[in-house]
């Protein structure tokens, strides 16, 4: 696609459910970027992909959240036992390799855990 | 650790106003600085930047100027149209956070009225 898009744009789940995020990346773009928004607050850092491997994941809160680009494309935010404070939107980036090009943003997934 | 301070919102103008939106940042070294804006039901966009000091960046009408002596890098824009309306975000890179890390202000909330 012309953008990076971001799947599913609406999720609602129950505390204790698991959830997965998924961002498809602008073609060709090898570093991929995860982004968690809440509510009133500018985009926090939670995880960065160079390729297929996490070049830095210190963003991630805490072991219940999870990364995967396994083909270097389609990256999957995993989110266990997920809980009323994971509520939030979950934006994507991606950019191509180095660190002067622009960052495209999704539209972002946006969560709510009742 | 890095972090950036933008002017509450919301802020609300009339048409052809002139627009300033003040952002200071707490980094140490040479930051690059971002303005981001997300339009209504878009994702976030890069508007300008500035990677050193005294640099300005424009776009669109927005200019903002890369002061380290005030550590600032305000958004300015001499006439608003309605179609500015919109949350603006300051960032910077490359401090102690890393180049590959985007730090957020808390965004603004800009309306502009006809």
């Known amino acids: 696609g012309a953008g990076v898009s971001q799947t599913p744009s609406n999720k609602v789940t129950e505390k204790g459910k698991y959830v997965e995020l998924r961002c498809d990346p602008i073609s060709g773009h090898t570093a991929l970027y995860w982004y968690r928004q809440s509510l009133g607050q500018g985009p926090e850092f939670l995880i960065y992909f160079q390729g297929t491997g996490a070049a830095d994941d210190s963003g991630l809160p805490n072991d219940r959240f999870f990364a995967v680009r396994p083909e270097g494309s389609v990256s999957t935010l995993k989110i266990q036992r997920t809980e009323r404070g994971d509520s939030a939107v979950y934006l994507c980036?991606?950019?191509?390799?180095?660190?002067?090009?622009?960052?495209?943003f999704g539209e972002g997934s946006r969560l709510t855990v009742l | 650790g890095d972090s950036v301070t933008q002017m509450e919102g919301p802020v609300t103008l009339s048409e052809e106003a002139f627009l300033t939106i003040n952002c200071t940042y707490t980094a140490t070294g040479y930051p690059s600085l971002f303005w981001y804006v997300q339009y209504p039901g878009e994702g976030l966009q890069l508007l300008l930047k500035?990677?050193?000091?005294?640099d300005k960046g424009s776009n669109k009408g927005f200019e903002a100027t890369y002061r380290k002596e005030t550590t600032s890098f305000h958004l300015e824009k001499g006439s608003v149209q309605v179609s500015d309306s919109a949350v603006y975000f300051c960032a910077l890179s490359g401090a102690t956070s890393g180049a590959q890390k985007l730090v957020f202000g808390q965004g603004t909330r800009l309306t502009i009225n006809p």
């Open positions: 980036a991606s950019r191509t390799g180095g660190q002067t090009g622009e960052l495209f």
């Open positions: 500035a990677t050193k000091a005294d």
